[in-house]
């Protein structure tokens, strides 16, 4: 048995994952990884960290012939250590970090125009109840119209956009390695990135708090129907650019991330992920399902955008309480 062999067996006995070992020894798990692939050796210190941790001896580790007393081929059954990970070179992650820049913003916009899509209804809709101008048929229809002009621009964006990254889609969703050089330049860019992160989450937030606040003071002072509508509107404008600015801008801190595979990208979270994704489908394509249904129902488009915004905190709470229940293998 190499020493690659002996590296796989005596974590496996211990149930630690190449990350928890990566951690124990001070290294990163890319290069647990090329140790157990036989792709590179350890050097004598932490071999000599290894014995230490696995309780055995330097020798055993070293020499090919010494076979472990209760051999656990455990890890046979994975395919790890069978079959080899991609590789990101600096190349192709500066290739990717520059996708993300040049396409995530007009994605940021086709979620702005879908969050923003029932203004010109709502306003038209409140409108037509003010004045005699605009009857609430005529309102209604001219709503719908473009509400559904903004929903096929969206749509066309996403279609036009999304595809342009499908080959790199694998970062999202496989434990990969990087070659030399792709972690230094993740983390410089990080750094230097970091202000701008900050600053666009920050108002991000602030908008999605202060945009409820107009309309909570109109609604408490009793102002006129169309004024509060006119504040529901406001709060939709806002709640839509602070989306963009999440996607476009706080998204490219997130290629950093993906690349280094740490956070919510590490290994074990992105098959906790992949599980999840399917879930995550099911409930929004429901959430859409009841929006367009009760909004045509009723034809109160002017309050069936709350459904979004309840659907959003109960989405957080059924993530939290499917991801409690899932594990990563």
């Known amino acids: 048995m190499i020493l690659a062999d002996k590296i796989i067996n005596e974590r496996k006995k211990n149930g630690w994952s190449q990350e928890e070992l990566a951690d124990m020894l001070n290294v990163s798990r890319q290069s647990v990884s090329k140790w157990e692939g036989a792709q590179s050796i350890p050097d004598l210190q932490k071999i000599l960290k290894m014995a230490e941790i696995f309780s055995v ?38 290739e990717y970090i520059a996708l993300r820049k040049k396409y995530m913003p007009m994605i940021a916009l086709g979620c702005f125009l879908c969050i923003t899509c029932p203004v010109v209804l709502i306003f038209l809709a409140g409108l037509s109840e003010c004045t005699e101008l605009l009857t609430q048929t005529a309102a209604v229809a001219i709503g719908l ?11 066309y964006i996403f279609l036009t956009n999304s595809g342009k990254m499908n080959k790199y889609s694998f970062l999202e969703e496989e434990i990969f390695e990087t070659e030399y050089g792709v972690d230094g330049m993740c983390k410089e860019r990080l750094s230097d990135y970091e202000s701008t992160y900050t600053r666009m989450l920050t108002t ?28 529901v509107c ?28 740490d956070g919510d990208f590490a290994p074990q979270m992105k098959k906790k992920n992949n599980k999840l994704a399917s879930l995550d489908k099911i409930y929004w394509l429901l959430i859409t399902f009841i929006y367009l249904a009760y909004s045509f129902i009723t034809q109160r488009w002017d309050v069936s955008w709350i459904i979004w915004a309840v659907s959003g905190v109960l989405f957080a709470v059924v993530r939290a309480i499917a991801s409690a229940i899932i594990k990563a293998d």
């Not at 119209?145 to 749509?155: E, R």
């Not at 406001?234 to 595979?261: D, E, K, M, R, W």
């Open 57 to 94: 001896s330097t020798d055993y580790l070293l020499k090919d012939e010494m076979e472990p007393e209760n051999p656990v081929t455990v890890y046979n059954e994975e395919k790890e250590s069978a079959t080899p990970l991609k590789r990101l070179s600096l190349e192709e992650a500066s």
């Open 145 to 155: 119209l473009w509400l559904f002009i903004q929903l096929s621009f969206a749509l």
């Open 234 to 261: 406001l709060l939709l404008v806002c709640v839509g650019i602070a989306v963009f600015l999440f996607t476009a801008f706080c998204s490219i801190n997130t290629s950093y991330h993906i690349i280094l595979q």
């Open 204 to 231: 991000g937030v602030l908008l999605c708090i202060l945009s409820v606040v107009p309309l909570v003071i109109c609604s408490v002072l009793e102002f006129s129907s169309f004024v509060i509508i006119c504040m």
